[in-house]
């Protein structure tokens, strides 16, 4: 246990720091002045009319205060570079249009942060010291970015096995529709045709960013993540990501082979980590805290840990997610809450070295993965699930 003592702390710190220290100070170690001092700029003067990127490379500075008031797409052949410590306010655009940030494929995202100087993505009415709940959630969509790596999406695929057809279903083997954006629209499409995906493909780098109270609701049961990758490549730089108060999950891989390291994500209202569709990528150093409650509203906090899926529409033949995970730590929000991991739709995976506290349940093995899980290709090993309420007593 002494692992988990000394993760919790260092978690809290990370993502308490810019509201502990006052809206003011926020990039203040990188030379990024005041935040009330700051140039208020409205990005829809960087975009055009289909909410594009008007230049082929883009630069945000930490001089200034960006007020995002649409969706913004980052198209092929285009780099957004973001300085350290800059601040991003979206603006709440509910239902299909929901506002939110897309790189999209052959596109690029240069956010670099530092510890001392994050860069935020938050909600345009985040103050930015701390007065702002983490029961607000919802209130833009998200970060998504999509890339040319492998995906095991085909038009024969089932949504949950049936009997609809997966709503990721382009017409071409091995190209997807992002969940949460609207069919038709290229720009919102991951993955290649079969047989031309790019392992190595490289969106950018994302690190030291925190990405606060997204999850934007589209529709029933429909919401942006915290941060979404579709089938990005190992090329892909991401680390020490934060996803506060998101509606919806706060990492979720739709197939490629991106890995990430020092994730964090609290006060979230689906899984924490999910997976499917083919990933292959590795995971480390990851900490989850869920909230209190799950009785709906404004205070609802949480789902599963982790959920693991092999094949959004599972049946076919196509490989199946196989990551690697290590070193995650997730707290549950009672004994009321979901599991700590939940396997199923044919998912492979080993998970390693990580602790699990005040979930329902351990493990949950639905369909083929109860029996990949047997047969050794879906492990987890040396964990620590505690006080589960299927327990009698607690160690």
Aim: with cysteine; glycine share 14%.
């Amino acid at each position: 246990m002494r692992t988990l003592s000394k993760l919790i702390p260092a978690a809290l710190m990370a993502t308490l720091a810019p509201a502990l220290c006052g809206a003011q100070s926020i990039g203040s170690a990188c030379g990024c002045p005041d935040v009330s001092a700051r140039t208020p700029v409205n990005m829809s003067t960087l975009l055009d009319g289909s909410f594009n990127l008007l230049s082929a490379s883009t630069t945000l500075t930490c001089d200034k205060v960006y007020t995002l008031s649409s969706k913004m797409y980052v198209n092929a052949g285009q780099d957004l570079y973001i300085e350290p410590g800059t601040v991003i306010k979206v603006v709440d655009n509910s239902g299909v249009n929901s506002n939110a940030v897309i790189v999209c494929r052959e596109g690029q995202i240069w956010a670099n942060g530092s510890e001392s100087c994050p860069i935020i993505f938050t909600s345009v009415s985040d103050a930015l010291d701390g007065s702002y709940a983490v029961t607000n959630r919802g209130k833009w969509g998200g970060l998504i970015v999509l890339g040319r790596a492998f995906n095991n999406v085909r038009s024969t695929d089932l949504k949950d096995g049936g009997p609809a057809a997966s709503t990721s279903i382009t017409g071409t083997d091995g190209v997807g529709l992002i969940e949460g954006l609207s069919a038709g629209d290229t720009r919102h499409y991951y993955g290649m045709a079969v047989g031309s995906e790019i392992p190595t493909d490289n969106s950018g780098i994302l690190r030291y960013v925190s990405l606060r109270h997204g999850g934007e609701l589209l529709g029933t049961a429909n919401e942006i993540n915290g941060l979404t990758l579709g089938s990005v490549g190992s090329g892909t730089q991401i680390d020490h990501i934060e996803v506060t108060s998101n509606l919806d999950d706060g990492f979720e891989f739709f197939g490629g082979t991106v890995s990430a390291h020092h994730l964090v994500a609290m006060h979230c209202d689906d899984d924490y980590i999910d997976y499917d569709q083919g990933y292959t990528g590795r995971i480390q150093f990851f900490y989850g805290l869920q909230g209190p409650d799950n009785s709906g509203g404004a205070l609802n906090q949480g789902d599963n840990g982790m959920e693991c899926d092999g094949d959004d529409g599972p049946g076919n033949s196509a490989a199946k997610s196989n990551p690697v995970i290590y070193n995650a730590t997730i707290i549950g929000r009672g004994p009321s809450g979901d599991e700590s991991i939940e396997s199923r739709r044919e998912a492979l995976g080993s998970i390693y070295n990580s602790i699990f506290a005040n979930f329902r349940s351990g493990l949950s093995l639905s369909d083929v993965a109860y029996t990949n899980w047997n047969g050794g290709t879906f492990q987890v090993k040396n964990c620590t699930s505690q006080y589960r309420a299927d327990q009698t007593t607690t160690c």
